[in-house]
């Protein structure tokens, strides 16, 4: 129902959409030519599809696009999965509705913080910036095993400050990939056509939110099922059935209806097993860190381009 309430408002709103007529300006309004003459110049959409950079760039935005939002997905379960049970004190239901919220307002301050530096330091040092997010998503199942295996709560603190506070950070980057990006595009092709461009470079970020869920689901799951046969290895067969009423070789149906579960399984684990549930997001840290990191040797492969050369050879050619 929410689907269509959203769809009816779009397509009425989009009927009061209309572009203005050529040379169009409001009542009373003195154009600037000095500064309105930069948004004449700029290189042809056709043009753009065929340089290198643009697909150099459409990765950088799908790569940081993914690892941003697997880290958003993830970090929401690890706080509650992983933090929650190191130190169920301080990471309360408030405690995880707080950083749920800070993750918001940390996307939303990354869109006017990074737009605002990238005017300071340009659109590609932003960008390259970005790459911090490696060793705090690739840093993560680091700390959250640091807690798990720490024999006190005082322990445990300071990797929990450390994931707060680096989740928090590399969620900025992900909010300001959109907010640099109009930039960056303009400053690379010119500004005449960047609305067009950045409409096809945002099929990145239309392919990172299928990518990132998916993968994200697959990672977790696959991770989930390995722990899970693990423990049906280690756990007496006797007392599997006992507690569950079937026997090991039928177990997947109860594993798919959740009803054999880890937390169920360590009940029932002999003595010295670890819990495997704080490794269950490593390999999605360690595939968004990957990514991100690809996504930063794509940055860097960018080279600027010489718009008023190339325009100029392109009218000699149509001449």
């Known amino acids: 129902s929410l689907g269509v309430i959203y769809g009816s408002v779009g397509t009425v709103a989009s009927r009061f959409m209309k572009v203005p007529s050529p040379g169009w300006v409001p009542s009373g309004y003195e154009v600037d030519q000095k500064t309105t003459a930069g948004t004449k110049v700029g290189l042809p959409v056709d043009y753009v599809m065929k340089t290198n950079q643009f697909p150099l760039l459409w990765f950088s935005v799908f790569g940081n696009a993914t690892g941003g939002l697997a880290l958003l997905s993830s970090s929401k379960l690890m706080i509650s999965d992983i933090w929650a049970g190191a130190l169920p004190g301080i990471v309360t239901a408030s405690f995880c509705t707080g950083y749920v919220a800070a993750l918001g307002s940390a996307n939303a301050m990354g869109r006017f913080g990074w737009a605002f530096a990238s005017d300071w330091i340009g659109r590609k040092n932003t960008y ?41 950070l590399a969620i900025t980057f ?31 970020w239309a392919a990172s939110a299928v990518c990132g869920p998916m993968g994200l689901a697959y990672l977790r799951t696959s991770a989930e099922k390995n722990a899970i046969q693990d423990l049906l290895d280690r756990v007496d067969d006797t007392m ?80």
Do not use: W
């Not at 595009?185 to 099929?203: E, P």
């Open 128 to 168: 390259s910036l970005f790459a911090l997010g490696v060793p705090i998503v690739g840093g993560c199942p680091y700390l959250c095993h640091a807690a798990m295996e720490s024999t006190g709560s005082n322990e445990a603190i300071l990797p929990l400050a450390a994931f707060y506070t680096g989740s928090i």
């Open 174 to 204: 992900y909010g300001g990939i959109f907010s640099v990006l109009p930039a960056y595009i303009a400053d690379l092709y010119g500004q005449k056509n960047a609305g067009a461009i950045h409409g096809k470079v945002l099929t990145a």
């Open 240 to 319: 599997f059935e006992e507690t569950f009423d079937c026997v090991k070789a039928n177990a997947e149906p109860l594993i798919d209806a959740k009803t054999v579960t880890i937390s169920r399984l360590m009940e029932i684990a002999p003595g010295g097993t670890i819990d495997p549930t704080p490794f269950l997001y490593d390999s999605t840290c360690y595939v968004a860190a990957g990514l991100i990191t690809a996504s930063a040797f794509a940055n860097l492969a960018i080279r600027p381009l010489n718009v008023a050369k190339i325009l100029k050879r392109m009218e000699q050619e149509r001449a």
